[in-house]
């Protein structure tokens, strides 16, 4: 779990960040973090492809996250196949 983020109402990893508040330190690489709380600069927050539901949204390296981002917009069969 993003240790900089400070969760309200008893909310934790797997569940909904939305009603938390962030804390004034952002993610670095490799932490949790959520649409809310970002990251800190050169990484953003992104949740990879997956052939299993949900893998937490973590800091990544920014040019990663685009390269990955246009690679699945531009995915089509029969040459590029989504996770199973």
Same mark, same amino acid.
């Given at each position: 779990?993003?240790?900089?983020?400070?969760?309200? +109402? @008893?909310?934790?990893?797997?569940?909904?960040? $939305? #009603?938390?508040? *962030?804390? !004034?330190? +952002? @993610?670095?690489?490799?932490?949790?973090?959520? $649409? #809310?709380?970002? *990251?800190? !600069?050169?990484?953003?927050?992104?949740?990879?492809?997956?052939?299993?539901?949900?893998?937490?949204?973590?800091?990544?390296?920014?040019?990663?996250?685009?390269?990955?981002?246009?690679?699945?917009?531009?995915?089509?069969?029969?040459?590029?196949?989504?996770?199973?």
């Amino acid at each position: 779990m993003n240790v900089n983020l400070i969760y309200l +109402l @008893g909310l934790g990893p797997g569940g909904s960040t $939305s #009603s938390g508040i *962030c804390s !004034s330190v +952002l @993610g670095q690489k490799g932490e949790e973090c959520d $649409s #809310s709380c970002g *990251c800190e !600069s050169g990484y953003t927050c992104y949740r990879p492809m997956s052939g299993v539901c949900c893998p937490p949204m973590r800091c990544y390296d920014a040019a990663w996250v685009k390269q990955q981002q246009d690679h699945w917009a531009n995915c089509r069969p029969p040459t590029c196949f989504f996770p199973p």
